[in-house]
């Protein structure tokens, strides 16, 4: 069975950071493009980072360096190191898995004060 299970989530400070870990199990993870996706209640899913099975990167254009995404296809993760982190990045946040557009994870929940 196809399952992502994102942990790493928190509250925390304006300019802090977190490191966001998406544990993939029951797909081809190494050659699937991975994503990580935000969503603030009431607004519309939205690209953080996305990760090709080669390793092309894109990221939203809010990221503006701020984020970093990578993945282990020995530990089928995929992480969203988040440093500077700023109220407005308050989102739960979710991996996806190219290849399998309809599964998706419960999200972690990622709050930052100001």
């Known amino acids: 069975q196809e399952q992502l299970v994102e942990s790493g989530g928190g509250l925390v400070r304006a300019g802090e950071s977190l490191r966001l870990s998406c544990a993939a199990s029951?797909?081809?993870?190494?050659?699937?493009?991975m994503s990580w996706y935000r969503q603030v209640t009431g607004k519309q899913r939205e690209l953080v980072a996305y990760i090709s099975g080669r390793g092309r990167i894109n990221y939203g254009d809010f990221v503006n360096g701020r984020f970093t995404i990578s993945r282990d296809n020995g530990k089928n993760t995929v992480y969203l190191q988040m440093n500077s982190l700023k109220p407005e990045d308050t989102a739960v946040y979710y991996c996806h898995a190219e290849a399998y557009p309809n599964i998706w994870g419960p999200g972690t929940q990622v709050t930052v004060s100001s």
């Open positions: 029951g797909i081809m993870f190494a050659i699937n493009g």
